[in-house]
């Protein structure tokens, strides 16, 4: 039987009362955004090293279990490793001097397609730890109250800001949920005798076939029930600015953390250009 809810957990919010999930919302978007930007900058293996150890900072800050947040991974490492390996075997640089290991038609292995596919591996890692990260600790009333306030600007050109934030928090918040509606029905196919762990690729991916139907239609309702929700409560009625239930305030620990943030970021940024490696 399948435990998807065990392994996926991205999108949850963890409220363990750690510093990270009392920041204000706004502080952690920002310093999301600067961090996430930064793994796309670093380019060498010391300026990853530099970030991993404020990423070690993070996850003690955050008080949630190292092996949980590590789980998260498990689902999209098979994936990561075909893309690894195709990277690898079809890198190609013509304006750069190659030290090739291995070549067969227009398979080749070299030194620079193996440091190169690595560095974009270790980069899409962080990316997807520093945004399961900002799941983990903020709530989606937060989540879309800072994105609100960080995006009010652009209300003055006409641009629907609260609709926009309220769409990308759900699709995000929406994931546990799905998760949760895949593993039931899995679940209950189960009880009627089909055995999802036995057969080939293709042969487990027929058995997924028919839950599909049943899956759109929970996901469909669970919208349906969500608008009707919204609607009840008077949400995006035209002409009528939406109060919020507590004023965001940003306290010394959120300046702090803010000032931490922007230092490690100069730091990282200088070594991936000094750094030859």
Request: charged share 15%; with cysteine.
């Amino acid at each position: 039987m399948i435990e998807l809810s065990r392994n996926i957990t991205f999108g949850q919010y963890i409220n363990n009362g750690s510093p990270l999930s009392r920041m204000d919302p706004r502080t952690k978007l920002i310093c999301a955004v600067l961090l996430i930007a930064l793994t796309s900058i670093a380019s060498s293996f010391v300026s990853f090293a530099i970030f991993l150890l404020f990423c070690v900072v993070i996850q003690r800050q955050s008080r949630i279990s190292t092996s949980y947040v590590l789980g998260s991974f498990k689902p999209f490492l098979w994936f990561l490793v075909v893309i690894y390996i195709i990277e690898i075997a079809f890198y190609y640089a013509p304006d750069q001097h190659q030290t090739v290991y291995w070549h067969w038609l227009f398979i080749s292995i070299s030194k620079e397609g193996i440091i190169t596919s690595t560095l974009v591996m270790i980069r899409v890692l962080f990316l997807y730890y520093l945004v399961s990260m900002l799941m983990f600790t903020t709530s989606m009333v937060d989540l879309t109250d800072g994105m609100d306030a960080l995006l009010a600007p652009l209300q003055k050109l006409r641009i629907p800001v609260g609709a926009f934030t309220m769409v990308l928090v759900i699709a995000f918040k929406f994931v546990p949920i799905f998760v949760t509606e895949v593993e039931r029905l899995i679940k209950a196919q189960s009880a009627r005798g089909v055995r999802f762990d036995q057969g080939n690729v293709f042969q487990r991916a027929r058995k997924l076939a028919p839950l599909f139907v049943p899956l759109f239609v929970s996901g469909f309702q669970r919208a349906n029930v969500l608008s009707t929700a919204m609607e009840a409560r008077c949400y995006g009625r035209p002409g009528q600015k939406r109060t919020k239930r507590r004023a965001l305030r940003i306290q010394r620990y959120d300046a702090f953390v803010l000032i931490t943030t922007i230092i490690a970021c100069a730091i990282v940024f200088a070594v991936s250009f000094i750094s030859p490696f």
